[in-house]
T-cell receptor, first 113, second 111 residues
Framework: NAGVTQTPKFRILKIGQSMTLQCTQDMNHNYMYWYRQDPGMGLKLIYYSVGAGITDKGEVPNGYNVSRSTTEDFPLRLELAAPSQTSVYFC????????????FGPGTRLTVT | GQQVMQIPQYQHVQEGEDFTTYCNSSTTLSNIQWYKQRPGGHPVFLIQ?????EVKKQKRLTFQFGEAKKNSSLHITATQTTDVGTYFCARGIQGAQKLVFGQGTRLTINP
């Protein structure tokens, strides 16, 4: 199993550009999450999904959109990138059973200039 | 509210010394998870605590959940250079479907 994969690993965007961060998991997990991590800080939940077709906002959803058309994929869309979105983005997934440990992807380091 | 506070924010120790990080909440926690993130890496699950007063051990790591379920701690005995990283606690919301992470404690070690 590859676990949770994310692409790209790094990206530099200009202000106002858009991009999609890709996330795929091969563990048949129902729950998927997008977090951002600013330097020296914890993880903030952006959006999450409890299954295909169902998404919900987390703590910091402004400036982002998500979709979940399949169990495996959970892309994160950034529209009109702003410097405040410079961060490391992690995708994670978990199954239905305890202990609900979240499996994280390797992350995407995004810089907006 | 739902935040969890972690202290200290940073800790530097000599190799072989012990290390403890604390996670505190103003409200009762239904469960708490701990994660480790190596420098440049992604968070990796360590453990989940659910029961009041629970103590769990993983080799040199000891995890505790307070009697009142408002705090938790992670203690590492005799640190090694492989313990370097940031340790996060995370409270479970709606069971553990969602997590709210603490700011983390960054551990550095002098070999």
């Amino acid at each position: 199993n590859a676990g949770v994969t994310q692409t790209p690993k790094f990206r530099i965007l200009k202000i106002g550009q858009s991009m999609t961060l890709q996330c795929t998991q091969d563990m048949n997990h129902n729950y998927m999450y997008w977090y951002r991590q600013d330097p020296g800080m914890g993880l903030k939940l952006i959006y999450y999904s409890v299954g295909a077709g169902i998404t919900d906002k987390g703590e910091v959803p402004n400036g982002y959109n998500v979709s979940r058309s399949t169990t495996e994929d959970f892309p994160l869309r950034l529209e009109l990138a702003a410097p405040s979105q410079t961060s490391v983005y992690f995708c994670a997934s978990t199954g239905r059973a305890a202990p609900y440990e979240q499996y994280f992807g390797p992350g995407t380091r995004l810089t907006v200039t | 509210g739902q935040q969890v506070m972690q202290i200290p924010q940073y800790q530097h120790v000599q190799e072989g010394e012990d290390f403890t990080t604390y996670c505190n909440s103003s409200t009762t926690l239904s469960n708490i998870q701990w994660y480790k993130q190596r420098p440049g890496g992604h968070p990796v699950f360590l453990i989940q605590l659910v029961k009041s007063g629970e103590v769990k051990k993983q080799k040199r790591l000891t995890f505790q959940f307070g009697e009142a379920k408002k705090n938790s701690s992670l203690h590492i005995t005799a640190t090694q250079t492989t313990d370097v990283g940031t340790y996060f606690c995370a409270r479970g919301i709606q069971g553990a479907q969602k997590l709210v992470f603490g700011q983390g404690t960054r551990l550095t070690i002098n070999p």
